[in-house]
């Protein structure tokens, strides 16, 4: 690192996460064959999906705003885009670095009795490593609540507001 300065410096700090990044994906394949490709593509997709949201709304803020930089005498255009790429770059950091974070910092043994529950719904043969690790949840993996339940308390909670807001107005 030292002969190398800033470069060198760089290249020792990528050749240790690759192999942290190795040896991560040997722990959890050994868990669960092809539970790592899974759980990435899992992490990829939730972190792409909610910060596209973000940066949707971004822009949808930035057209708003550009319009006010005509009066400074720049072209409303030119600074559209020139910042709509600056947050496109700056979103596909975060996925990266969002995505990493979530690889490293995942724990097979606790979503792994969900994910053995999901292949054989799909009919296939789940290979049972560690049975004894529980999650201490429900059931489901990372203690996430029933989505069917708290629907149905959200509807139920809605048509009592609604029943109470008919006597106030016939009131």
Known sequence: AKKGGFE?????????GV????????????AQ???MAEAQRFFLLSQTDSLWKEHL???????????????????PLTEFKLEGYNLFVEMTSRIRRNVIYNVFQFD????????QSQLAARGATPIVKNTSASNGSNGNAGGRKD??????GKAGKGA????????VKAA
């Open 108 to 115: 097979p043994e606790s979503v792994l009795p969900a994910y």
């Open 33 to 35: 064959p092809g539970l």
């Open 147 to 152: 989505k069917t339940k708290a629907k149905a």
């Open 160 to 167: 009592k507001a609604g029943a109470r807001r008919k006597k």
């Open 19 to 30: 192999e942290a990044y190795h040896k991560k994906v040997a722990m959890v394949e050994e």
């Open 57 to 75: 709304q971004a822009i949808k803020f930035l057209q708003q705003a550009v319009g006010l930089r005509g009066y400074a005498a720049k072209d």
């Open 8 to 16: 060198g410096l760089r290249a020792l700090m990528r050749k240790l």
